[in-house]
């Protein structure tokens, strides 16, 4: 295989990301819906393709970083799409966070042309696309994942191969109702410390050495004493991950009782409170302003 | 104030706590409801006394660990109780983990009398109290707190000051609520993993080292792992406090919509399920088995 990438969607994450490859010395062609961030990277040294078809022709990597399930499906399968270009014997690596299973029929669909993909969604936000330390969990074979881990070491640090094709949403699904579900659970405790008429940053430094400690508690339990709820993490994007975990677990028929309340708090927090843009440890303010 | 002690209840964690206070020299005198673990205290060099207020005529500090709002309230204030026998300007300590609100009233009926009275709950459990390494979570008055510090160094490490009366068991509240709901929550997302054919040990180690770490993902997500559910912590335990975080939230007019979920999850295990006795890490049993 040789090193040409190919790099769809220069959004917010992948615009830093794509720098990195290009940085790292790999031949870049880039393509998005937005004129703008491909017209920097060219500037930068990356090439122009017009199309994912016409990208995925000159690579022999393809990565995408994109909003949301469909989006993924439209740029990998639709018309003009990864799969129309892409040659036998070359690797996708979608790093979006998307739902487990149309990840698993799109890697499917490619796997039918002979060409591998691998799930590699990403923890660590606007800084560790920035900074190149993002975590990327990923899912498919074995083989593919060797070919790619050049690609993915210049984007990232901690880099776990979790299972096969899908294991890296689950995977990223699994974080995001961890994180969710801890920012909620911190943020009823601090509100109850506070209606109690107890010094919440006092409970806050008294149970983070102990059992109850966390990275939830230390970093977003800061941002609710101090109601520091500008992004960060917007809660819209956590409440689009609610729905692939709650999607993933209908699918697996696995019981998730706590989160399904979680979930219900993020749509509050979006729908009713119009709070969508603010950091998601705002779920607070569901709690504080009751 | 002189340094005689008197110990209260010496049940699996007030034994060694108590041992603690004789190795660190107070002269000490011991009362509790089973003559084992008296007479072992007496062995050791302990004075035996046969009421809570016996003991209290003879001790310028009290210090109690019993397992409930009600036997807190008879300890101290029923027939023969710490009331009784306590002299004006002495000190009471209570460890035990109860309700914030008759924590209050105890505090209020003691200072009428002149006794000035600490709630002082602890975390670290059973090994916590053998090493010795409690963290401790204090409410009162400050000239108390500072008079019991040298006590409470005896059988902690951690030892914070909240607030005024009741912060202590409203600390502790808030630390019972935090740690059951992210067992529940770990749980829910390693079935997950689980049930959609992805190895759990490696979403564990993913998520560590991230935005989802805990002390409960290190710690509990491995005995899930294991199916290891001996104690540790008993679920009816857990359930207990859950019921005092309930009673707290509601005095308080405080939201806890996830954390209700985890009470009666917790409620299950132990009810319907009959696992009180196991560490409260088997709520996993309730998704796992689902």
Redesign the interface.
């Known amino acids: 295989m040789g090193g040409r990438v190919g790099f769809i969607g220069l959004g917010i994450m992948g615009a830093p990301m794509a720098r990195h490859l290009l940085a790292a010395g790999f031949p870049l062609t880039v393509h998005s819906r937005s004129p703008g961030p491909v017209d920097a990277l060219v500037e930068a040294g990356a090439g122009r393709a017009s199309s994912p078809a016409e990208l995925a022709l000159t690579s022999d990597v393809v990565v995408t970083m994109l909003p949301d399930t469909p989006d993924v499906e439209h740029v990998m399968l639709g018309d003009d799409g990864v799969i129309a270009g892409a040659a036998a014997g070359s690797l996708v690596i979608d790093m979006s966070t998307i739902d ?1 299973g149309p990840t698993r029929a799109i890697a499917a669909q490619l796997a039918a042309r002979d060409v591998d993909m691998l799930d590699a969604p990403v ?2 936000g606007e800084r560790g696309a920035i900074d190149g330390t993002l ?1 990327i ?1 990923v ?1 498919g074979a074995d083989e593919a994942f060797a070919r790619a881990t050049p690609v993915l070491q210049a984007m990232g640090k ?1 880099i ?1 191969h ?3 094709s ?2 890296g949403q ?2 990223k ?3 995001q ?3 969710a ?2 920012i ?3 943020a ?6 506070e ?5 919440a940053a ?2 806050r ?3 983070l ?9 230390e ?1 977003h339990g800061q941002r609710m004493l101090d109601r520091a709820f500008e992004p960060g993490f917007r809660a819209r994007l956590h409440r689009k991950d609610a729905r692939i ?1 709650l999607d ?2 209908r ?12 979930a ?2 993020l749509d509050r927090l979006v729908d009713d409170a119009d709070r969508g843009d603010l950091d998601h440890s705002a779920l607070f303010t ?2 504080d302003g ?1």
Do not use: H, Y
Not at 251 to 262: D, K, L, N, T, Y
């Open positions: 487990p923890s660590g975590s969990m899912g901690n776990v979790v299972g096969p899908g294991a689950i995977t699904a699994c974080n109702l961890v994180v579900a801890t909620e659970t911190v009823e405790a601090l509100v109850l410390a209606r109690s008429g107890v010094d006092k409970v430094e008294a149970l050495g102990g059992l109850a400690g966390s990275k939830i508690l970093v975990v993933a677990a699918a697996a028929g696995s019981p998730i009782p706590a989160f399904e309340v979680v219900a708090q569901l709690l009751a």
